[in-house]
């Protein structure tokens, strides 16, 4: 049996190869290597721009919140069990429309009677007599 | 730029017309204050002129006597045209006052007469007989400043009546959007609107009718029943505002 040497391996794969094949055998790795200068730098970039934005818009996003559980907290009543009712009690300033200005009206009435109070006549001194 | 000129115009003449509004009540305010002020001066002349009798003393306290009672005049003059400019703000343009006009007209015309004649008088007894004069008017001025409040008290109910007395369901269905009201507050509502609709009428007329006499009656019986009359009415239209509220809440507020 011949023995086949290891250069005689490497000449029968390349035999073997289909040279009409579209798929080129040698890659150009230079151009897309990491290592190139240029592309390793402009991938940093990428990576640092992208990351920049994720910051930015968790800070956006956990300020908002903020704002939001601020102006939803001062609304949530808590129940008698220590737990907060799910829906906020409306109030008079939460409410609109025809309810509200009925009871506007209603505290203009009871004031009505503390209003006149400014129109009270004035305390004079009706004794102005001289008797020596 | 405009919108500059906009905004300074606002800033400096807004104030101003709000207060245009109500120009009396800083007279009375002032005069009130002089009339402090001359109150005190005339009871220090007078103690002064008690204790020492003398001819200095004398015309001093004949000057602030005099200032006095000029003080008081000016201070009640102030005080009906503020409460007569008050009613004037309180009414709505189909009231007409036009006895009670001429009642504040004719107490005001009175009191510029008693402070240009009292400048005449110098002696101290026709002083004391002018001031005696004065007070017997006293209960007039109180019960009709009385009679005035009273009107104004009304007519600031009466505003609510006219906003609420009438076609209120109609204005509850455009709000709520829906077509009916229970027959329980149906009935509660017609009976509290006819109630409403008939006492203030009955007001009306007790204003318009008012007997001037009973001005210069210190207890004065349909004064007495005209406040009567307004409190109840203060009364039922609290009440019926109630009603209305009670059905937003049960009847439209529930369903929407």
Redo the contacts between chains.
Sequence with gaps: MKKITKSEQNINFLKNQSFESNEPIFQDFESESPLNDNAKRNWFEKLLSIKVAIVALSFIGIIALLLVFVSVKDKVIPTTQGQLSPTPIPTLTTQPGFLQELKNDQKVIEGIRLEEDNLEFPSLDWDIYISP | MKMRYILAFVVLFFPGLIFAQEKYRSDFLYN?DL?RQD?EQ?RIN?LS??DF?SIDSKSK??AS?RQ??VS?NL??KT?FQ??YE?LQLSKNDTQDYSQIKQMVDSVIADLDDMNESIQAIDD?DS??SF??L??EN?VY??NL??LI?DV??FN??NK?HL??GTDIVQ??KE??GQAEISLYYDRDLQNSLSSINSQNEVIVQAIINFPEEELMDERSKSQNSLITEINDY?NQ??NH??I??EI??NDF?LNR
Excluded: P
Aim: hydrophobic share 35%; proline share 0%; aromatic share 16%.
């Design positions: 009130f009339y109150q005339y007078k002129y008690l009798q306290a004949i006597q006095v009672i008081r201070v009640l005080y503020h409460l008050q101290l002083l004391n001031s005696d004065i007070e006293r001025y109180n400043s009385k409040k104004i008290y600031k109910l609510l906003k609420y204005k509850l709000e709520y203060h239209l609290q505002l109630r209305i509220q937003i809440t507020k």
